[in-house]
């Protein structure tokens, strides 16, 4: 069950998405190739490595894809893989997938013997038990998990940063948990937000923190009538809800100066109008929609990954470490096999 719940901090994928991942690999979907049907993936991944219900493959499947779920998505869809204000993906036979361009940097080299291979659940063929991770993906792409006794919550984070922290890391062993917070700054959401509150740093320092998210939003004041329009909304907010959840408090009168609510998102992009009435003070209504509603949430980080099959609670620089130890054994592993 720890196995099942918690990512590896080695290449940050759970079981699930490693043999997903893997799979596709060898069915040669990279990303210059053309797509495959969703149903003949998630088959291939249940008949050889994942012997487990499809409907939980082909979710896994469908939340790599999702642009809103993960920073940097591992899975390219093609077809319906949901939205923002929850609907869920088309059925498997409808969909089509391939890897993305990032997500071969963490299978690169797998056929050079560099990862340790395992037997799959009937011995009758192998599976890496972890990818040879190019990318720090743990800290990329985060995670959640609730395994027994213990849950892990992992916030996305922003690549150029990550590297800018790994190669300080590189340069100066013994560098300080302050100064690697200086390179990354915090964590970065794929639906954006703005960031409040000081538990960014704890979490860095400890592994373990609160960090508070509000959407963004700007006021506009054109006809007499102040505008606001929310642009981005906290990370794994469901936008329907959102807008549900502001109507409701406008008919309700605990927001009195809403006199109009449209959401005109479209095409990816949020964009949900709220108009006042003439003369009202806009500050008013968003301390409202951040106290009342999901406009403003809290991320309740808790960095814990499996360390050589050991969950541990991680500090920044502790995940960066193990993410270079791993890497040198897998270019030592690679140059091996090259000579």
């Known amino acids: 069950i720890v196995q099942r719940a918690l990512p590896s901090v080695e ?18 979907l990279d990303s210059g190739k053309a797509t495959m049907k969703c149903a003949r993936i998630v088959g291939d991944t249940m008949g050889k490595l994942h012997p487990h219900g499809n409907i939980a493959i082909y979710d896994a499947l469908v939340r790599m894809a999702q642009y809103f779920s ?9 077809g319906n893989f949901g939205s923002m204000d929850g609907d869920s993906a088309a059925a498997d036979r409808y969909t089509e997938a391939k890897l993305t ?12 013997e560099t990862v340790k291979m395992l037997p799959n659940y009937d011995n009758s063929l192998e599976e890496p038990e972890t990818l040879p991770g190019k990318l720090p993906n743990l800290l990329l792409n985060g995670a959640t998990g609730i395994a027994v006794g213990m849950a892990t919550n992992i916030p996305p984070h922003n ?10 890391y ?16 915090g964590p970065d959401f794929p639906t954006g937000g703005v960031i409040a509150g000081s538990g960014i740093k704890e979490m860095y320092k400890t592994g373990k923190g609160r ?16 505008v606001i329009i929310i642009k981005e909304i906290p990370y794994m907010v469901n936008k329907a809800d959102l807008v549900k959840d502001i109507a409701r408090l406008a008919t309700e009168k605990k927001l009195p100066d809403v006199s109009d609510l449209r959401d005109e998102s479209a095409k990816g992009e949020v964009r949900i109008v709220i108009e006042l009435r003439k003369g009202t003070d806009p500050k008013y209504t968003i301390n409202k929609l951040y106290k009342l509603t999901n406009l403003q949430s809290n991320f309740d980080a808790n960095i814990l990954a499996l360390v050589r099959n050991q969950p541990k609670v ?20 690679r140059s091996k096999f090259d000579l």
Request: aromatic share 4%.
């Open 11 to 28: 290449d940050g994928l759970k079981p699930v998405h490693r043999r997903i991942l893997y799979t596709m690999h060898n069915l040669g």
């Open 70 to 78: 993960l920073r940097y998505p591992l899975v390219l869809g093609q």
């Open 101 to 112: 361009k990032i997500a071969k940097e963490l299978l690169d080299d797998i056929e050079k």
């Open 159 to 168: 690549l150029n940063e990550l590297c800018d922290a790994i190669t300080a």
């Open 170 to 185: 590189i340069n100066k062993p013994n560098i300080e948990i302050d100064e690697l917070c200086e390179i990354v700054t």
């Open 211 to 226: 960090v508070v998210i509000r959407g963004k939003v700007s006021t506009e004041d054109k006809t007499g009538k102040p």
């Open 314 to 333: 991680l500090t920044l620089k502790n995940v960066i470490e193990e993410y270079v130890k791993y890497r040198k054994l897998i270019v030592i592993n």
